[in-house]
């Protein structure tokens, strides 16, 4: 039978608890979401800022269709760059205070144009062990030398600097995603001006979310772009929308315009989605109660997992796992929350390291203290259930 090894591939990893499978929902991104007919509250979404659904967003995104149409027709070079784009662009730039942003079509073709762009055969780039898949493919297939460093471990990536020859590019995720624990960034940034590095961040769970005007990692540290030359940020996390940019000087932009292939060779975002992220923008610089509320509920979080005694990361973004370590397991417990009407993911290997299986709990500022209360409560079952690994 051909592909008969692809079948037994995949029997393995039923065997190991390492299969992925989709859930088909059918119904707008919220805290509550439908799936098979029942109705489940949601810990898993990346949309802590509640904008996935905003009326205004949403409103936004129907005027630009009725103006725009849906496709954009062809790549930004070419005619798909619309006054849309454009001013979406001059936007996230004035908010992440540089001189230019770039739109790109999704988070993972950013990371993987830009780093190829900025760095070749010859070159060496440096990555904490925890980032990002998007950010190491890019790094891999650079065809520069790949160093990882320990996660946020400074003093080791100073000494793989010190051995490094041709152009240095830093790369690291700003909130780690599986985790939530903020990198480093500011020795980061030490770092990199001792050894004459680049410094690229990705703020995909920092932007429009940590801070107090929702400047992510870069503000909290009080960084700027001198610090942190390379800024990427995606839009369908915190912004609720769908697609990334990466922000920068004159000089950058114009060169990942020139050279970074995930934009040149690739169809423009569609503009209706350009102008429902002005939308969110503009909520996410006015209302930084949403901030100020996703806080508080970490903080409720926090305190009562704790109290459980269940084994949480160091992390005060809205990224909250609990470490479970065995995948057969955690899928096991996961599956049991969705019984009982909750929607936490189980991550496992590879996209965290081996026996690191965690429920990846999200919080978002649409949740309220009582369905985080009864989400703690259903924990607290599983626990007495699995009292050895939770
Ligand atoms: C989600 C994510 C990406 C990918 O962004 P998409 O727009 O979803 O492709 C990149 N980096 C990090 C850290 C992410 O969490």
């Not at 088909?24 to 991104?29: E, L, V």
């Not at 509640?50 to 790549?75: E, M, R, T």
């Not at 650079?142 to 793989?160: C, E, Q, T, W």
């Not at 909250?320 to 955690?330: A, F, M, N, V, Y």
Request: aromatic share 6%; hydrophobic share 40%; with cysteine.
């Amino acid at each position: 039978m051909p592909f008969a090894h692809l079948t037994n591939h995949l029997d393995t990893l039923k065997n190991q608890g390492l299969y992925r499978s989709r859930r088909i929902i059918n119904s707008p991104q919220g805290i509550h979401l439908q799936l098979d007919g029942k109705t489940v509250t949601n810990f898993c979404s990346n949309d802590y800022l509640g904008l996935a659904n905003h009326p205004a967003v949403v409103q936004a995104f129907k005027n630009a269709a009725d103006h725009y149409g849906v496709g954009s027709g062809s790549a930004h070079l070419i005619c798909g760059h619309s006054t849309a784009h454009h001013a979406l662009e001059e936007e996230l730039a004035a908010f992440t205070g540089r001189e230019r942003a770039l739109l790109f079509s999704t988070g993972y073709m950013a990371n993987i144009g830009v780093i190829n762009a900025l760095i070749g055969r010859g070159d060496t780039v440096f990555e904490d062990r925890l980032n990002h898949a998007s950010l190491l493919d890019g790094g891999l297939s650079s065809g520069a030398v790949f160093k990882r460093y320990a996660h946020s471990d400074v003093s080791h990536l100073d000494s793989l600097l010190t051995e490094a020859t041709g152009n240095k590019l830093i790369v690291t995720d700003g909130v780690f995603s599986m985790d939530g624990d903020f990198a480093p960034l500011k020795d980061l940034s030490l770092a990199a001006k001792r050894h004459d590095a680049w410094l690229m961040i990705d703020d995909a769970h920092g932007l429009g979310v940590i801070g107090e005007k929702g400047g992510g990692m870069v503000e909290y540290y009080g960084l700027n772009a001198d610090d942190v030359p390379v800024l990427m940020g995606t839009l369908g996390k915190g912004f609720g929308t769908f697609g990334a940019f990466v922000a920068g000087s004159e000089v950058l932009i114009e060169t990942l315009i020139q050279k970074a292939r995930t934009y040149v060779y690739t169809t423009a975002l569609p503009a209706a989605v350009a102008e429902a992220t002005r939308a969110s923008l503009k909520i996410v610089i006015a209302e930084s109660w949403r901030r100020d509320k996703l806080n508080s509920l970490v903080a409720h979080f926090r305190t009562g997992a704790e109290q459980l005694g269940l084994h949480l990361m160091s992390s005060s973004s809205p990224i909250q796992p609990i470490l479970i370590g065995d995948s057969q397991r955690t899928v096991a417990i996961s599956n049991a929350l969705l019984a009982s009407g909750f929607l936490v993911s189980a991550i496992r290997p590879p996209t965290v390291a081996r026996g690191t299986a965690r429920l990846r709990v999200t919080l978002s500022v649409a949740h309220d203290e009582e369905q985080i209360d009864r989400l703690l409560a259903a924990l607290k079952e599983q626990k007495s259930q699995f009292a050895d690994t939770m």
